[in-house]
């Protein structure tokens, strides 16, 4: 019979460019991302008072902020 081996010692490695929220994890850059979509997102609404354009221009600055600091989180 067969079975599968899981390990279950948990890794306590915390890095430099990581929060600790809830017992995981998080990357900064995700962290960075997110209120930057969040402040884009008001901003817009405010200026534009209508939904679709504020919900695509948030989406595209959190996209954009997301990969611009995961390349420079990973190269550092």
């Known amino acids: 019979m067969t ?4 390990d279950t010692r948990v890794s306590r490695r915390i ?3 990581s929060v600790d929220i809830a ?3 998080w990357p900064l850059y995700k962290l960075e991302a997110l209120a930057i979509g969040l402040i884009v ?9 209508s939904m679709q354009p504020a919900v ?9 902020t997301w990969w611009v ?3 420079f989180y990973s190269r550092s």
């Open 3 to 6: 079975t599968a081996g899981f």
């Open 15 to 17: 890095t430099d460019n």
């Open 23 to 25: 017992g995981t994890q």
């Open 41 to 49: 997102f008001v901003a817009t609404l405010a200026i534009t008072t």
């Open 56 to 64: 695509l221009i948030a989406a595209a600055a959190t996209v954009v």
């Open 69 to 71: 600091r995961r390349n």
